[in-house]
């Protein structure tokens, strides 16, 4: 019998963020898909509202956001996910619709977690 175990790599520091009424934990290098932002490819962002930071063993919890917190990062892309098919009907009625929608997203890349 095979035993496959998944390593999870430790971050020294992490934050968890929120960007389009949705959280992320991030962590510096790491590239995050969040709902679409109006920057173009190569400009910086700037994540305020962090919700909590991690850092070498001491958290910081926010009520409702962590003062004086910032999540800095770099836009990689804009683009759209994969498409989902929605399917409807309803039996013995002859109803059904087939649709597709594709959502928008932006890939940011995170350069660093300022906790002061």
Known sequence: ????????????????IESGGKQY?????????????????GA???FNKVLAVYNDQEI???TPWVQNAKV???VLDNGKAKKVIVFK???KKQYR?????RQP????KIDEINAS
Do not use: N
């Open 44 to 46: 910086t962002v700037e």
């Open 60 to 62: 910081m919890v926010g």
């Open 1 to 16: 019998m095979l035993l496959f175990i998944q390593v999870v790599e430790d971050h020294l520091m992490y934050a968890v």
């Open 89 to 91: 009907y309803k039996r």
């Open 105 to 108: 997203y932006t890939a940011v």
């Open 25 to 41: 934990k991030v962590a510096p290098g790491e590239v995050v898909r969040v709902e679409k932002l109006s920057q173009e490819s």
């Open 72 to 74: 800095i990062g770099t």
């Open 97 to 101: 619709v087939t649709r597709g929608h």
